[in-house]
Protein backbone atom coordinates (compact mmCIF):
# COMPACT_ATOMS: atom_id res chain seq x y z
CA UNK A 1 0.00 0.00 0.00
CA UNK A 2 1.36 3.48 -1.05
CA UNK A 3 1.79 6.45 1.64
CA UNK A 4 -0.47 8.17 -0.65
CA UNK A 5 -3.07 5.75 -0.40
CA UNK A 6 -2.87 5.31 3.91
CA UNK A 7 -3.20 9.52 3.80
CA UNK A 8 -6.20 9.43 1.25
CA UNK A 9 -7.58 6.48 3.98
CA UNK A 10 -6.86 8.81 7.35
CA UNK A 11 -8.63 11.62 5.41
CA UNK A 12 -11.28 10.35 5.23
CA UNK A 13 -11.43 9.00 8.08
CA UNK A 14 -11.39 12.17 9.16
CA UNK A 15 -13.99 13.68 7.14
CA UNK A 16 -16.70 11.13 8.58
CA UNK A 17 -15.51 11.58 11.85
CA UNK A 18 -15.67 15.51 11.67
CA UNK A 19 -18.96 15.43 10.07
CA UNK A 20 -20.55 13.74 13.19
CA UNK A 21 -18.16 15.38 15.84
CA UNK A 22 -18.74 19.22 16.68
CA UNK A 23 -17.37 21.10 19.86
CA UNK A 24 -19.35 24.16 21.72
CA UNK A 25 -18.02 26.14 24.61
CA UNK A 26 -19.72 23.91 27.12
CA UNK A 27 -18.70 21.21 25.44
CA UNK A 28 -15.29 21.23 23.27
CA UNK A 29 -14.12 18.39 21.63
CA UNK A 30 -10.88 17.08 22.56
CA UNK A 31 -8.68 16.64 19.33
CA UNK A 32 -5.64 13.94 19.50
CA UNK A 33 -2.94 15.25 16.68
CA UNK A 34 -0.14 12.32 16.60
CA UNK A 35 3.45 12.34 14.67
CA UNK A 36 5.95 9.53 14.65
CA UNK A 37 7.48 11.25 18.18
CA UNK A 38 5.00 13.74 19.80
CA UNK A 39 1.44 13.49 20.66
CA UNK A 40 -0.63 16.65 21.47
CA UNK A 41 -4.17 17.37 22.41
CA UNK A 42 -6.19 20.66 21.89
CA UNK A 43 -9.45 21.91 23.27
CA UNK A 44 -11.38 23.30 20.22
CA UNK A 45 -14.27 25.61 20.36
CA UNK A 46 -16.25 25.10 16.69
CA UNK A 47 -18.66 27.44 17.09
CA UNK A 48 -16.23 30.35 17.31
CA UNK A 49 -13.38 28.40 16.11
CA UNK A 50 -10.76 28.86 18.21
CA UNK A 51 -8.60 26.48 20.72
CA UNK A 52 -9.56 27.05 24.17
CA UNK A 53 -6.20 24.91 25.47
CA UNK A 54 -3.60 22.59 24.11
CA UNK A 55 -0.82 20.32 25.71
CA UNK A 56 2.13 18.89 23.89
CA UNK A 57 4.62 15.91 24.87
CA UNK A 58 7.63 17.73 23.37
CA UNK A 59 8.88 19.34 26.73
CA UNK A 60 8.01 16.39 29.13
CA UNK A 61 10.55 14.29 30.35
CA UNK A 62 10.92 10.77 27.82
CA UNK A 63 9.09 7.83 28.97
CA UNK A 64 7.53 5.77 26.80
CA UNK A 65 5.51 7.05 23.96
CA UNK A 66 2.23 5.51 25.41
CA UNK A 67 2.96 6.56 28.73
CA UNK A 68 3.68 9.96 27.35
CA UNK A 69 0.39 10.11 25.62
CA UNK A 70 -1.41 9.27 28.96
CA UNK A 71 0.19 11.91 30.62
CA UNK A 72 -0.76 14.43 27.91
CA UNK A 73 -4.51 13.38 28.61
CA UNK A 74 -3.98 13.74 32.25
CA UNK A 75 -2.74 17.47 31.72
CA UNK A 76 -5.28 18.60 28.94
CA UNK A 77 -7.94 17.37 31.54
CA UNK A 78 -6.28 19.65 34.60
CA UNK A 79 -6.57 22.42 32.01
CA UNK A 80 -9.88 21.75 30.87
CA UNK A 81 -10.64 21.71 34.68
CA UNK A 82 -8.99 24.93 35.04
CA UNK A 83 -11.91 26.41 32.44
CA UNK A 84 -14.44 24.33 34.26
CA UNK A 85 -15.18 22.06 31.24
CA UNK A 86 -16.33 18.24 32.72
CA UNK A 87 -17.76 16.98 29.25
CA UNK A 88 -15.84 16.90 25.91
CA UNK A 89 -16.31 15.08 22.45
CA UNK A 90 -13.60 13.03 21.45
CA UNK A 91 -11.72 13.72 18.47
CA UNK A 92 -9.59 11.29 16.94
CA UNK A 93 -8.72 12.46 13.76
CA UNK A 94 -9.30 9.40 11.54
CA UNK A 95 -6.46 7.48 13.63
CA UNK A 96 -7.35 3.98 15.02
CA UNK A 97 -8.34 4.29 18.62
CA UNK A 98 -5.63 1.96 19.90
CA UNK A 99 -2.02 2.56 21.43
CA UNK A 100 -1.61 6.14 22.08
CA UNK A 101 -4.48 7.61 21.33
CA UNK A 102 -6.37 5.04 23.78
CA UNK A 103 -3.82 5.78 26.02
CA UNK A 104 -4.43 9.64 25.60
CA UNK A 105 -8.39 9.14 25.98
CA UNK A 106 -7.74 7.26 28.87
CA UNK A 107 -5.43 9.23 30.72
CA UNK A 108 -8.31 12.55 30.19
CA UNK A 109 -10.94 10.39 31.59
CA UNK A 110 -8.65 9.52 34.62
CA UNK A 111 -8.20 13.41 34.60
CA UNK A 112 -11.86 13.53 35.42
CA UNK A 113 -13.20 14.61 31.79
CA UNK A 114 -15.89 12.87 30.79
CA UNK A 115 -16.94 11.46 26.89
Known amino acids: MSIQNKQEKQYRRRQRIRAKVSGTNKVPRLLAVKSNKHIAAQLINDDKGETLASISDSK ?35 YKYHGRIKALAEGAREGGLKF
Open 60 to 94: MKKNKKIDQAREVGKLIAEKAKGLKIEKVVFDRAG
